[in-house]
């Protein structure tokens, strides 16, 4: 199983960023998607989640109204729409897959990882 996160990059606050996420190895559209970050010296936080249908997204708090997550299942992808970029936003960025009905949101949730990508937002 492989998940290619890319997208990532330098912003200035206020901007816009979207992250995608391929995958290959695994049935996609029978996997739900969720996207982490981590900060340094900070653990993993939970970003977003969608489930295998894109009937049921879920959003930290800290994201909600301001990122979008969605996938196609057509070209295995999960995408993380990024609007209205703060600098606390500025982490590596990690897209997972977890098998199940209920909405990931913690780590141990999921069974695959990507290898991350860098968001970096200036004030």
């Known amino acids: 199983v492989q998940l290619q996160a890319s997208g990532g990059g330098l912003v200035q606050a206020g901007g816009s960023l979207r992250l995608s996420c391929a995958a290959s190895?695994?049935?996609?559209?029978?996997?739900?998607m969720g996207w982490f970050r981590q900060a340094p010296g900070k653990e993993r936080e939970f970003v977003a989640t969608i489930n295998w249908s894109s009937g049921r997204t879920y959003y930290a708090d800290s994201v909600k109204g301001r990122f979008t997550i969605s996938r196609d299942n057509a070209k295995n992808t999960v995408y993380l729409q990024m609007n209205s970029l703060k600098p606390e936003d500025t982490a590596v960025y990690y897209c997972?897959?977890?098998?199940?009905?209920?909405?990931?949101?913690?780590?141990?949730?999921?069974?695959?990882w990507g290898q991350g990508t860098q968001v970096t937002v200036s004030s």
């Open positions: 997972a897959a977890y098998l199940g009905p209920v909405p990931g949101t913690k780590v141990y949730d999921y069974g695959y």
């Open positions: 190895g695994l049935t996609f559209s029978s996997y739900g």
